[in-house]
């Protein structure tokens, strides 16, 4: 695995939570703290970023990655690059170092990545000049750090703790960077209590998820948990969605409110989004007492401007004199 700190442990590129500690992680999650606003409060503006150029490549589809990478970049006073990507030179077969090349040569200081091939933020990680980052916003099915941490800073914020929790994934796990991504930081925060719940097909490998319990049903998983996260089917992740029975999937792993009575009474209802309402959760407990999944929208701004900064502090060190 690359190396995502510099010479002096300050945070360089993010491609992956892996390998990073539990201090790293606490000092991102309490940066973030100090950037969040509710709505209606005034939203943070600062000059963390000024002068700092970010392009955001996204080649899968994106709506709250996106949108918050760009918010928070431009919170902190950067300038954004949003490519549209479905209609960028790749498509007319423009190489990806050559657009690398060409932004790089527009003064891009940091790349903000989504990618549907494993290894592409690493890719780049190996090609781009000394004096510039990369962030992954999503790379195949392996890894969406910045979702990570918005989950455990949701959790942190109402939970205050991580050992003891019990934490029970529900949905397509196999195909979810999101599990692989949250799990991890879980993981290094203390949290042993994780409990993986889908129909077989879409469990993980038994090589994944160490430690982790697995339930074929939704009701045995549940069962106490403080935290539920409900998960999108990733058709587009699929040979053949064909033989998917959406109303009986429902039946058999949505997340109702009668299921839900099973976990503990302060569970928290999370879902990355984007949610398919009436597969993998039914409205009013998208929308009920439990839900916290438009908080994870919105520390996913917060996170994304800790992560920024974080990253341009590493940066400002990195940079060539005039
Ligand atoms: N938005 C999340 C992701 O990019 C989850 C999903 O698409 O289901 O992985």
Redesign the pocket.
Known sequence: MRSQLDGAGGLRHLATLDGLGRDMLVAILDRAESYRRFPGQPAYEGRELAGVTVSNLFF?P?T??RASFDLAARRLGAHVLNLDMQSSSRVKGETMLDTLYTLEAMNTDIFVI?DSEPGMPDFLIDHVAPHVSVISA?EAHLS?PT?GLLDVLTIRAHKRRFAGLKVAIVGDIRH???ARSTARALGTLGTSDLRLVAPAALLPEEAEFAGAQRFTRIEDGIAGADVVMM??I?KERMASSAALDEAAYFREYGLNGERLRLASPSVLVMH???MNRGVEIASDVADGPRSVIREQVNNGVAVRMAILAAIAATLTRRRKPL
């Open positions: 899968e994106s709250r990655t989504r999503g969406h979702q979810s960077r999101v998960l999108r990733q990355p989004g984007p």
